[in-house]
């Protein structure tokens, strides 16, 4: 058997994560870094292979038994997710393994990539000893340079850009930065996704489901699932927001989102193959993860009117976001008959101060109820996204945000408190202020146990996690939600909705 170059894991960690959620409720989905590093990286002539350890659900003596019997030439932890915060929260469950294996095999190479690491490159090597590189960005030209090394050490490790390593006085530097993939070059350098190299029981992703609600509230309408991305990035420059720290191309020690803005797309004709694939695979729960799919016309509309072509609208069930601010109504109708039911709207507040404060005046005024009276009238639905706990946010505002989110009565609702999550400007300026800041990775997830808000002006962070739990629940068993719920998809939704509610997440500064 030819030798493998590269093994990409998708490290497992959910029970931290969600809590009593991730048996049941919490979503499982397809490594969508892992799939492209892999395909990348296999593009150049490497081979390789992806272990989901999430997926499996497998221990950590399992893993690596796995990993040893593989005897790859790099290990690859590839630690994203399917939130903004997962970056930093998976990390937990990668350095575990990462540490479990270095124990087995101290000669094992490992590397680190994603979110985190991106955002603290020389934090994540100083506090996590068994790590061997990490990579400064995306990595995509970084890990094929690092693979054709005969031998990976210092030496030679120095000369390639997007590194931190450490060296042979132990001592942690980061290398020259590199560039991420160009727009000119996104289809020859991101070839697509390496579906194939991922585990399944009976079919192709069955190993995967859709969220709660995608899954119209029914646990066996959840598999198979999959997640793409039809372009990197965002323009906007959102405070609270991390996901641009993919765009990184300095060397800044802490980076901050905000000064990596931009987007970057694959080609219509490129990314519609994407589709097929998974069609051909039996795939109908299609999350398209693009930060702002309804942003560009130019880009989105010709690939929903090549899915209505194909008649795919006519049974794929996909969501994807947008802001408030970027629906258009002239195209909503296209956008329906390509499969996709739902728009992910980050609504944030319901107070337009707070609103337009945390988006640096990105946000327009828009009436949001009339956008998603809109949406509701085109026959899309929404999943509505809040935020608890933003700078200026007092317990009136907070209650304004509940109050709406109850009027619009949306399909989906999610709200999350606000943490100083890693690679954003909240982050960084708590850190030069001294603010007191998460120290574990299961403290930046928004459901552990260990979960600590940052707090606003007005708040404390008890005050802010205690507000953002009960609207949990006053949204979901609102008696304006479930008839909803019941009219669209049965009782059986409402009683699984209810079996959800009486989940409760312990909150260890809640006194739980």
Same mark, same amino acid.
């Given at each position: 058997?030819?030798?493998?170059?590269? !093994?990409?894991?998708?490290?497992?960690?959910?029970?931290?994560?969600?809590?009593?959620?991730?048996?049941?409720?919490?979503?499982?989905?397809?490594?969508?870094?892992?799939?492209?590093?892999?395909?990348?990286?296999?593009?150049?002539?490497?081979?390789?292979?992806?272990?989901?350890?999430?997926?499996?659900?497998?221990?950590?003596?399992?893993?690596?038994?796995?990993?040893?019997?593989?005897?790859?030439?790099?290990?690859?932890?590839?630690?994203?997710?399917?939130?903004?915060?997962?970056?930093?929260?998976?990390?937990?469950?990668?350095?575990?393994?990462?540490?479990?294996?270095?124990?087995?095999?101290?000669?094992?190479?490992?590397?680190?990539?994603?979110?985190?690491?991106?955002?603290?490159?020389?934090?994540?090597?100083?506090?996590?000893?068994?790590?061997?590189?990490?990579?400064?960005?995306?990595?995509?030209?970084?890990?094929?340079?690092?693979?054709?090394?005969?031998?990976?050490?210092?030496?030679?490790?120095?000369?390639?850009?997007?590194?931190?390593?450490?060296?042979?006085?132990?001592?942690?530097?980061?290398?020259?930065?590199?560039?991420?993939?160009?727009?000119?070059?996104? /289809?020859?350098?991101?070839?697509?996704?390496?579906?194939?190299?991922?585990?399944?029981?009976?079919?192709?992703?069955?190993?995967?489901?859709?969220?709660?609600?995608?899954?119209?509230?029914?646990?066996?309408?959840?598999?198979?699932?999959?997640?793409?991305?039809?372009?990197?990035?965002?323009?906007?420059?959102?405070?609270?927001?991390?996901?641009?720290?993919?765009?990184?191309? /300095?060397? +800044?020690?802490?980076?901050?989102?905000?000064?990596?803005?931009?987007?970057?797309?694959?080609?219509?004709?490129?990314?519609?193959?994407?589709?097929?694939?998974?069609?051909?695979?039996?795939?109908?729960?299609?999350?398209?993860?693009?930060?702002?799919?309804?942003?560009?016309?130019?880009?989105?509309?010709?690939?929903?009117?090549?899915?209505?072509?194909?008649?795919?609208?006519?049974?794929?069930?996909?969501?994807?976001?947008?802001?408030?601010?970027?629906?258009?109504?002239?195209?909503?109708?296209?956008?329906?008959?390509?499969?996709?039911?739902?728009?992910?709207?980050?609504?944030?507040?319901?107070?337009?101060?707070?609103?337009?404060?945390?988006?640096?005046?990105?946000?327009?005024?828009?009436?949001?109820? +009339?956008?998603?009276?809109?949406?509701?009238?085109?026959?899309?639905?929404?999943?509505?996204?809040?935020?608890?706990?933003?700078?200026? /946010?007092?317990?009136?505002?907070?209650?304004?945000?509940?109050?709406?989110?109850?009027?619009?009565?949306?399909?989906?609702?999610?709200?999350?408190?606000?943490?100083?999550?890693?690679?954003?400007?909240?982050?960084?300026?708590?850190?030069?202020?001294?603010?007191?800041?998460?120290?574990?990775?299961? /403290?930046?997830?928004?459901?552990?146990?260990?979960?600590?808000?940052?707090?606003?002006?007005?708040?404390?962070?008890?005050?802010? !996690?205690?507000?953002?739990?009960?609207?949990?629940?006053?949204?979901?068993?609102?008696?304006?939600?479930?008839?909803?719920?019941? +009219?669209?998809?049965?009782?059986?939704?409402?009683?699984?909705?209810?079996?959800?509610?009486?989940?409760?997440?312990?909150?260890?500064?809640?006194?739980?």
């Amino acid at each position: 058997m030819r030798n493998l170059d590269v !093994l990409f894991i998708n490290p497992g960690n959910a029970s931290g994560i969600y809590q009593g959620l991730s048996k049941d409720f919490s979503a499982i989905e397809t490594p969508t870094w892992s799939l492209l590093l892999a395909e990348a990286c296999r593009s150049k002539g490497f081979a390789v292979q992806i272990l989901d350890v999430n997926a499996e659900r497998l221990s950590n003596e399992e893993a690596c038994d796995r990993i040893l019997n593989l005897k790859p030439k790099l290990v690859t932890f590839v630690v994203y997710g399917q939130n903004p915060n997962s970056g930093t929260v998976n990390m937990a469950g990668a350095v575990n393994l990462c540490s479990y294996l270095k124990k087995e095999n101290i000669q094992i190479i490992t590397s680190f990539v994603g979110s985190h690491a991106q955002a603290l490159p020389m934090d994540t090597m100083i506090n996590e000893s068994d790590i061997d590189i990490a990579f400064t960005n995306e990595g995509v030209y970084s890990i094929c340079n690092v693979l054709s090394l005969t031998d990976i050490k210092f030496e030679n490790l120095k000369n390639i850009k997007g590194l931190c390593i450490r060296d042979d006085n132990n001592k942690v530097i980061m290398t020259p930065p590199e560039k991420i993939v160009p727009q000119e070059r996104m /289809d020859i350098d991101l070839p697509g996704y390496a579906w194939d190299l991922l585990p399944y029981k009976k079919k192709p992703l069955d190993l995967y489901r859709a969220h709660f609600w995608h899954g119209n509230y029914d646990f066996d309408e959840r598999y198979p699932f999959a997640a793409l991305y039809t372009s990197l990035g965002c323009k906007f420059k959102c405070n609270f927001c991390m996901i641009n720290i993919i765009n990184r191309n /300095d060397n +800044n020690e802490v980076g901050q989102a905000s000064d990596y803005a931009g987007m970057r797309y694959w080609s219509t004709n490129f990314i519609i193959k994407e589709f097929d694939k998974l069609v051909k695979m039996g795939v109908k729960n299609i999350r398209i993860s693009d930060e702002m799919f309804l942003l560009n016309k130019k880009f989105y509309l010709p690939l929903c009117q090549l899915l209505q072509e194909r008649g795919y609208g006519k049974f794929l069930n996909m969501w994807a976001y947008s802001r408030v601010d970027t629906i258009n109504p002239n195209y909503l109708s296209i956008v329906k008959d390509a499969g996709i039911k739902t728009l992910a709207l980050g609504i944030e507040s319901g107070d337009r101060n707070v609103r337009l404060e945390v988006t640096k005046g990105a946000f327009t005024d828009t009436n949001v109820n +009339n956008v998603v009276k809109m949406i509701h009238d085109s026959g899309l639905e929404v999943m509505a996204n809040y935020l608890f706990g933003l700078t200026s /946010d007092d317990n009136d505002t907070m209650k304004k945000t509940l109050d709406l989110s109850l009027e619009l009565n949306t399909l989906g609702w999610n709200a999350y408190p606000v943490l100083p999550i890693p690679g954003s400007q909240i982050y960084k300026e708590a850190r030069k202020n001294n603010q007191k800041i998460p120290k574990d990775y299961l /403290d930046f997830s928004f459901h552990s146990y260990t979960t600590r808000p940052l707090g606003t002006e007005h708040l404390t962070p008890e005050e802010v !996690l205690k507000f953002r739990d009960n609207a949990f629940l006053v949204y979901h068993q609102s008696e304006k939600f479930l008839s909803k719920i019941k +009219n669209k998809f049965g009782q059986v939704a409402v009683d699984n909705i209810n079996q959800m509610t009486s989940i409760k997440l312990k909150r260890e500064i809640l006194g739980d």
